[in-house]
């Protein structure tokens, strides 16, 4: 060993192991001893497994655990089950959640940090409701146990049957089972990696990061022994009903009755396996009983037990949701911690996650950023050169290369140059070269060829690029873009695009490119730079309503109640598309509509004047 690991050594032997150490650790103990192995943990960690053990300590107990496993010695003496619990509730101990949020708080960005605290916080709110939902129906016929008196009468047996058969412990038991699952943390851990691997694809992230199935079933199982004093209440009230359906019985047979009972002799866990059947209850309340007192105390014991069952139960859901949320704090922030540590170790910093979408953020480590922009600065300097030197064909070579790094790595994208991110200026080059060779197309009189340009350029665009870049570089702004592509869907009835005949008017495609910028503009991430300019949205807005596009677009674009100037619109219009007025009847509906309000205007003036008038005559008389 070098002088510098020995080093490393001593230092490492005063910090303490880590979360994601104590999981693998866990599960690496799992895997070699099966559920016996807690109790070789603590056998041979001296009777404590604190997680305040040094690291020098935690590796020499794994140490002495696997050459134990190697020997083939015993492995403990405790149950299986009993050990695991035991461990499951070790994890989700007040020490241990204070542990983890403070591990996670010193380990994660404060953006991360409170994102992940925040989501988790309502996930699990989200998940109680959702048990209380699907439980509440059951919950809602209590009424009727309370309708049977603590003396029950020939008259309310019906009463009392029903309220035996809410209490039944079987049929609890099976809606628990029903309604408490927990497997959705598993589906939503896998879904989420599928999700974020768009955002990090280099990482790999479904099969990186994926966890063995225990971690989960360890995780499921803790949440859910919170339900442990409901399930021994309703394991009391079992013990109840049969000895209350042993006493019914008994006297039954006791005032000699002949008529059918069907007793129930299967008991699982305890509990009662079904209804009283259609035995009358007032049989067993004859004043000429002599157990009549024995039958209502056990009545009385029986409703003890239920009630005891209902304050469990109610007391049960801020357990259950503290138990979900830290399961979820220790799935998520383990992931975090650990996406972290291998995003800075490629120079890369996480600084913003979206666990309900899926969306991570990130950017080029501090001190990398000044090689980046340096970066940037060579190929923006040398794109404005060829431009500026009409030099399109090595323009378009250098714009491509460029726009394949900045999209592989979003991370670069982040990179703030000039107030606008890297992101933004690839997209600005690459909408330069394209609405300069679409000009030149529809300058030769090849609209068609142009348009189908422009329909590609709206498909693909990953942002919207500000036009003002676009008018220093002397092409038209994507405003203009969009009022060609609109003439020529009009003049153009068997539009043809990728193979597709007949494209209907509501499916062009900068209706979708609005959409995406307006969501994401509204995302906790916007692209730094990124500007939709309202002589776009008025256009699309006027051209929504002439095409009678579908309400939902309209909602997109966040301005259904606004209507657009149609004026202003007109003239946009009619600069970039060049229309005929026999021709194109968005032009012509644009100048109806202005005519229209300039009428209704001029008509709502003079009836004012009018109405003026005439009240000014009458005061005047």
């Known amino acids: 060993m070098s002088a510098n690991e020995r080093s490393n050594e001593g230092a490492n032997s005063q910090e303490r192991p880590t979360t994601e150490d104590w ?19 603590r056998q041979e960690a001296g009777g404590s497994v604190s997680a305040a053990m040094t690291l020098a300590q935690f590796q020499e107990l794994r140490m002495r655990l696997y050459a134990r496993a190697r020997r083939g010695g015993p492995l403990g003496q405790l149950p299986a089950k009993a050990a695991e619990r035991d461990l499951i ?61 603590n003396s029950p009468r020939q008259g309310n047996s019906a ?56 971690s989960f079933k360890a995780l499921e199982a803790g949440v859910l022994l919170g339900l442990t004093q409901v399930y021994e209440a309703l394991g009391q009230l079992a013990m109840r009903l049969s000895s209350q359906v042993k006493l019914l019985k008994e006297v039954k047979e006791a005032l000699g009755f002949n008529i059918g009972f069907k007793l129930v002799a299967k008991l699982v ?22 157990d009549r007192q024995r039958v209502r105390e056990g009545h009385n014991q029986v409703l003890a037990a239920w009630e005891l069952f209902l304050n469990r139960l109610d007391s049960c859901w801020p357990a259950l949701e503290a138990r979900y949320r830290h399961a979820l704090m220790c799935l998520y922030g383990g992931l975090m911690l650990r996406l972290v540590q291998d995003l800075r170790s490629a120079g890369i910093d996480l600084i913003g ?7 991570i953020t990130t950017t080029v480590a501090e ?19 060829l431009i500026s030197a009409n030099a399109w064909s090595e323009a378009e070579m250098v714009s491509r290369e460029v726009a394949k790094a900045v999209l592989a790595q979003p991370h670069v994208g982040r990179v703030v140059y000039r107030d606008r991110s890297l992101l933004c200026w690839s997209v600005i080059y690459r909408t330069v070269l394209v609405f300069h060779h679409a000009q030149d197309l529809w300058s030769n009189g090849r609209k068609r060829e142009a348009a189908g340009l422009y329909w590609k350029w709206f498909e693909e665009s990953p942002v919207c690029p500000d036009d003002q870049a676009l008018l220093q570089r002397k092409v038209l702004p ?59 949205v008025r256009l699309l807005v006027s051209y929504a309503s002439f095409a009678r596009v579908k ?13 657009a100037s149609y004026v202003s619109v007109a003239r946009l219009y009619r600069r970039a598309a060049r229309p005929r007025w026999s021709e194109d009847p968005f032009y012509r509906w644009l100048v109806w509509r202005f005519l229209r309000a300039t009428l209704l205007w001029v008509g709502s003036a003079v009836a004012l004047g009018s109405v003026a008038w005439l009240i000014a005559t009458v005061a005047i008389k």
């Open 23 to 41: 999981v693998r650790f866990w599960t690496e103990m799992r895997r070699l001893f099966g559920g016996a192995y807690a109790s070789v943990v």
């Open 89 to 149: 509730e070790e994890w989700f101990s007040p020490d241990s959640v204070e542990k983890l949020q403070e591990s996670l708080r010193k380990g994660l960005p404060t953006a991360v940090y409170d994102a992940l605290v925040e989501w988790a916080r309502a996930s699990s709110q989200q998940q109680i409701a959702s048990w209380q939902g699907r439980i509440r129906p059951r919950l809602e016929k209590v009424a009727w146990a309370k309708q049977a008196d």
């Open 159 to 214: 009463a009392l049957r029903a309220a035996y058969q809410l209490m039944n412990p079987k049929d609890w038991l099976d809606s628990f089972k029903a309604t408490f699952e927990v497997s959705d943390i598993r589906l939503g851990y896998n879904r989420f990696l599928r999700s974020a691997n768009s955002s990090l694809p280099f990482l790999d992230l479904p099969n990186r990061y994926q966890l063995p199935e225990a």
């Open 269 to 290: 866990g305890g509990a009662i396996a079904g209804p009283l059947g259609s035995l009358a209850a007032g049989l067993f309340f004859n004043p000429l009983a002599e």
């Open 353 to 359: 996650v979206d666990l309900g979408t899926g969306q």
């Open 367 to 385: 001190n990398d950023i000044d090689r980046v922009i340096s970066w940037a600065h060579n190929w923006s300097t040398k794109l404005d050169d």
């Open 478 to 536: 994507v405003h203009a873009a969009a009022s060609r592509l609109i003439n020529q869907l009009l003049r153009n009835s068997d539009w043809i695009s990728e193979g597709k005949q007949g494209v209907s008017l509501s499916e062009a495609p900068f209706f979708k490119f609005l959409g995406r910028r307006v969501q994401a503009r509204q995302s906790p991430f916007p692209w730094q730079g990124e500007v939709i300019a309202p002589a776009l």
């Open 551 to 563: 309400p939902g677009v309209l909602n997109t674009l966040n301005k259904r109640e606004k209507r």
